[in-house]
Structure formats: C-alpha cells, structure tokens
C-alpha cells in the first residue's frame, strides 16, 4: 500500500505542481508589478500615493464580487477550462495597463479613472484564480500531504518577486523603446505569458483523479478511494451544504485571518518597492534589493510547511508564523539605517508567507466537495478585501503624515488580531488523520 502511495504522490505532484507554480507566478506577478510601474507611472499619470493605493486595492473589491461564483463554476465546468478562461482575461487586461494614456484620451476620462476602470475590470477577470486551485489540489491530494504541497505552490508568490522585481527593475529602463515609457512595457512584457498559458492549461490540466489516464490503475484507484474515505470522515462530522459552508461561523472566523495575512502581504508587496527606492537606490538596484526578503521567505516557507505536516500540527504554526509577521513589519519602523530595514522587512516576509501554506489547511480538513469550493472562495474574497484596505490605508496615511510608519503599524496589528483568532479557533487535527480503512 506505501508503494503505490509514493508512487501516486510523487507522480502527481510532479505532473500538477510545477505547471502550477508557473501559472500562479504569472498571475500574482501581474497583479502585484503595478508596485514596480508606480516607481515613474505615478508622476506619468498624476497619481497621488492616495490615488495609487484606491486603484491597486480596488482589484480586490470587484474580486470579492465574483469570487464564489467563480469556483462555483470551476466546481461544475472543470479546473482545465475555468482557469484557462480566467488566464486569458487576466492577461489582456493587465497588457491593457500599458494604455491607460491613450484609452484616456479616447474615451475622455482622466488617467486617474482610467486606471481604476482596468485595475476593477483585472479584479473580476482574476476572481477565482487563487481559491480555485486551492480547491483543485483538494481533488488530488490527501490532508497529510496538503502543508508541504500548498506551500510549494504558494511559493510562486515570492519568486514572482525573486525573479520577477530584478525584471521589473530592468524594464523600467526602457523607456522610449517603441515610443513606449519602460513603466508601459512592464505590463506588456508581463501580461503576454498569460495568455500563452491560457491554451497550454486547457490542454494539460487533468480536472480530476478519475479522468487522469497517466496514472496507473492501482495508482488512481488507491487515490479515489484515499480521497474519498476522506471526504466521508469530514462528513461525519461536519457535512456542511453550498449554502451552509458560506454562512458557517468557522470559515467567517477564517477569512478574518485571512484578512490580517493578506493585509500584510499586499500593504507591504504594494509599497515595499517605493520605500527601498526612497533609499536613494536605482531602478535596477531596488528591484535586486526588494528580491531579498522574498527569496529568503521562500525557503522559510517551503521548511515551515513540511515542518507543520511532520508534526501534524497546525493551530500553533499558524499563530507563531503571524506573530514573527507582525514582529518583523513593526520592527521596519524602528531604524532608519536602509539594511536594518531590509532585515526587518526580511523576518517579517519569512512570517508571511510561512503563515499561507498553514492556514489553507485548516479550512481544507473540514469542508469538501461543492462546500470547500464555497467555503475556500468566501474565506479567499473576504480576506482579500484587506487587498483594498491594506494598500489603501498605507497611500492615505502616507499623504496625511508623509510617513509608511502609521500604515505599517496598522497592518501589524491586524496580524496580531488575525494570531489571536487563529488561537481562539483552534483546529481538529483528528479529521487530518489517515482514514482507518486506508492505513
């Protein structure tokens, strides 16, 4: 039984894991280099840190809007044609970015509007994308192995950054190429792989274990049956309708979290490239020096998460992963020396990101079928409208006081609540355990 398990595992993860880490890449690197555009778009396009933080954060409002519906659909047309609608759509609009002067001047609105219609319009086509595959990777792998899988998908989110902030630093540097400002061709150049992967998803994704006819026999047996044995014992204890999954407490209590981390991930991922640029660096050299925190955060993450599955422990992971967060942004306000910064900013993106691959677990362990695809998008949308609040708040404070301090102590905070809760919740680890008939 071990042996067709390995292979199952090994081949599964080998098969879904990398194309998706690619996938992810692009997308969360789509919607975070409006961070490295704002460098020369803001002046480009009269933009006040207020105006910037409302349209990087007013993605995450029309992505709340649509986010159950969307992994609703998932659920019913399949992960392969879903995700490749939705990789299509996002990719044309985040190249529209690179246009906002000339749709302004067509269309009459000012780039200011301009720029929040298409940030709005990137959120509704990119709804789903998250929470979806989340869900899919549900399909296929058991619970014991979710910590250490999740966290190698999540960790698209740093490297996008690792590699994605040093190219972005680069392409800025192209200005006048084609009559286009390097803040143009940054959208260009980094939408296009998305839409080429759009066709390549509809073609390789595999929507579920029992269509996937590169497993063996016994492999895709012993995987249908593993998942279903697992299914039924969530079910015995909480078997929770579409309807139930998005009204119930708990995942309300989750998506509270999930609000404090993601508050984190974008107030900072939004400005962080802005406050090391301020430190007097260039274009190029900021991208290599906002690659740090990510790059080490990666490794972090990717341990942290198999940590937590080989203690199969996750409550006390998640809560001590939020607390090194919110220690790590608090203390960036403290010294003004740009390489202490860079270490505070460090300790807190280990924090972050080793906090996501925990989390997902705990909604997973309890809900299944049609209610984690329900469950994960309200617990996904909820909490990223701290994606709005986050960005937001850090450009209106950063106007009033003329200052990041007061909008990085707020973010902290909400990572301390987000601990609290997390503690306060607790989590079965019983329903994460080997079904008995699967031992």
Same mark, same amino acid.
């Not at 497993?215 to 309807?243: I, K, M, P, T, Y």
């Given at each position: 039984?071990?042996?067709?398990?390995?292979?199952?595992?090994?081949?599964?993860?080998?098969?879904l894991?990398?194309?998706l880490?690619?996938?992810?890449?692009? *997308?969360?690197?789509?919607?975070?280099?409006?961070?490295?555009?704002? !460098?020369?778009?803001?002046?480009?396009?009269?933009?006040?840190? $207020?105006?910037?933080?409302?349209?990087?954060? !007013?993605?995450?409002?029309?992505?709340?809007?649509?986010?159950?519906?969307?992994?609703?659909?998932?659920?019913?047309?399949? =992960?392969?044609?879903?995700?490749?609608?939705?990789?299509?759509?996002?990719? !044309?609009?985040?190249a529209?970015?690179?246009?906002?002067?000339?749709?302004?001047?067509?269309?009459?609105?000012?780039?200011?509007?301009?720029?929040? &219609?298409?940030?709005?319009?990137?959120?509704?086509?990119?709804?789903?994308?998250?929470?979806?595959?989340?869900?899919?990777?549900?399909?296929?792998f058991?619970s014991?192995?979710?910590?250490?899988?999740?966290?190698?998908?999540?960790?698209?989110?740093?490297?996008?950054s690792?590699?994605?902030?040093?190219?972005?630093?680069?392409?800025? @540097?192209?200005?006048?190429?084609?009559?286009?400002?390097?803040?143009?061709?940054?959208?260009?150049?980094?939408?296009?792989?998305?839409?080429?992967? *759009?066709?390549?998803?509809?073609?390789?994704?595999?929507?579920?274990?029992?269509?996937?006819?590169?497993?063996?026999?016994?492999?895709?047996?012993?995987?249908?049956?593993?998942?279903?044995?697992?299914?039924?014992?969530?079910?015995?204890?909480?078997?929770?309708?579409?309807?139930?999954?998005?009204?119930?407490?708990?995942?309300?209590?989750?998506?509270?979290?999930?609000?404090?981390?993601? %508050?984190?991930?974008?107030?900072?991922?939004?400005?962080?490239?802005?406050?090391?640029?301020?430190?007097?660096?260039?274009?190029?050299?900021?991208?290599?020096?906002?690659?740090?925190?990510?790059?080490?955060?990666?490794?972090?993450?990717?341990?942290?998460?198999?940590?937590?599955? =080989?203690?199969?422990?996750?409550?006390?992971?998640?809560?001590? %992963?939020?607390? !090194?967060?919110?220690?790590?942004?608090?203390?960036?306000?403290?010294? @003004?020396?740009? $390489?202490?910064t860079?270490?505070?900013?460090?300790?807190?993106?280990?924090?972050?990101? %080793?906090?996501l691959?925990? +989390?997902?677990?705990?909604?997973? =362990? &309890?809900?299944?079928?049609?209610?984690?695809?329900?469950?994960?998008?309200?617990?996904?949308?909820?909490?990223?409208?701290?994606? +709005? +609040?986050?960005?937001?708040?850090?450009?209106?404070?950063?106007?009033a006081?003329?200052?990041?301090?007061?909008?990085?102590?707020?973010?902290?905070?909400?990572?301390?609540? =987000?601990?609290?809760?997390?503690? *306060?919740?607790?989590?079965?680890?019983?329903?994460?355990?080997?079904?008995?008939?699967?031992?």
């Amino acid at each position: 039984m071990q042996d067709v398990e390995t292979r199952t595992i090994r081949k599964v993860s080998v098969r879904l894991i990398p194309f998706l880490i690619v996938c992810y890449f692009i *997308a969360y690197l789509d919607r975070v280099n409006v961070g490295f555009a704002a !460098i020369t778009m803001n002046k480009a396009l009269g933009l006040t840190a $207020t105006m910037f933080g409302f349209g990087s954060g !007013i993605f995450f409002l029309t992505y709340f809007l649509f986010e159950v519906p969307s992994n609703l659909f998932l659920d019913r047309f399949g =992960a392969r044609k879903w995700i490749a609608r939705i990789m299509i759509s996002w990719g !044309i609009l985040s190249a529209l970015m690179a246009f906002i002067p000339g749709i302004a001047r067509a269309t009459g609105f000012s780039a200011e509007t301009t720029f929040y &219609v298409i940030r709005a319009l990137l959120g509704f086509a990119e709804a789903g994308f998250f929470p979806g595959i989340i869900f899919y990777l549900t399909l296929w792998f058991p619970s014991v192995y979710r910590g250490r899988i999740i966290g190698s998908f999540i960790v698209a989110i740093p490297l996008s950054s690792v590699i994605g902030a040093p190219i972005s630093g680069m392409i800025l @540097g192209m200005n006048g190429v084609g009559g286009l400002d390097g803040w143009q061709w940054l959208f260009i150049i980094e939408a296009a792989p998305a839409v080429l992967l *759009a066709f390549v998803t509809y073609f390789y994704l595999t929507s579920r274990p029992a269509d996937a006819r590169w497993l063996a026999d016994d492999e895709r047996a012993w995987l249908s049956d593993r998942l279903d044995a697992e299914r039924r014992q969530r079910e015995r204890v909480h078997e929770l309708s579409v309807f139930q999954a998005m009204f119930n407490p708990r995942v309300w209590a989750l998506a509270l979290v999930y609000f404090g981390l993601v %508050a984190c991930l974008y107030g900072v991922g939004f400005w962080l490239p802005q406050i090391v640029k301020a430190f007097g660096l260039s274009n190029a050299m900021t991208g290599w020096i906002v690659a740090i925190p990510y790059a080490i955060g990666a490794a972090f993450m990717i341990w942290y998460g198999r940590h937590s599955d =080989a203690k199969a422990e996750r409550k006390a992971h998640a809560a001590v %992963a939020l607390l !090194i967060a919110a220690a790590g942004i608090a203390a960036s306000t403290l010294t @003004g020396n740009p $390489t202490l910064t860079v270490v505070a900013f460090t300790i807190g993106a280990c924090g972050v990101l %080793a906090a996501l691959p925990v +989390f997902w677990t705990l909604p997973t =362990a &309890v809900l299944s079928g049609s209610a984690a695809a329900a469950g994960i998008a309200v617990i996904n949308s909820i909490g990223n409208l701290s994606g +709005f +609040f986050g960005p937001y708040a850090m450009g209106w404070i950063k106007d009033a006081t003329g200052s990041f301090t007061g909008g990085l102590l707020l973010i902290a905070a909400l990572a301390l609540v =987000a601990m609290v809760i997390v503690l *306060a919740l607790g989590h079965d680890q019983a329903l994460e355990r080997v079904p008995a008939a699967q031992t």
